[in-house]
């Protein structure tokens, strides 16, 4: 697992222009076929207030939201 600190500003995950982002999996594998998954997952602050009102009692702070996750096929992956 690989985490970074906080964004420097807000980011926009979604939309016409979404954020670019890039992932370098080096693998190999003796098998016919492998998947690979890479799963951005926004984690909100300590701080984060809890919704109002909030009858299913969600705690926001470290809270871990999946932004995006497809499994890659690895055999797939130039077409093949």
């Keep these: ?3 970074r600190g906080p964004a420097p500003g807000r980011l926009r995950a979604a ?3 979404p ?10 594998t ?3 076929d492998a998947n690979f998954l890479i799963e951005p997952i926004d984690v909100y602050p300590d701080n984060t ?8 009692n969600v705690r926001l702070g470290r809270y871990q939201q999946l932004l995006r996750g497809e499994p ?3 055999r797939l992956r ?3």
């Excluded at 954020?19 to 190999?28: K, Q």
């Excluded at 207030?49 to 299913?56: A, C, L």
């Design 1 to 3: 697992m690989y985490r």
């Design 19 to 28: 954020l670019p982002a890039t992932a370098t999996i080096d693998a190999s």
């Design 78 to 80: 130039r077409g093949h």
């Design 15 to 17: 939309g016409r222009k």
């Design 72 to 74: 890659m096929r690895g």
């Design 49 to 56: 207030k809890d919704p109002d009102p909030n009858p299913t």
């Design 30 to 32: 003796t098998g016919p």
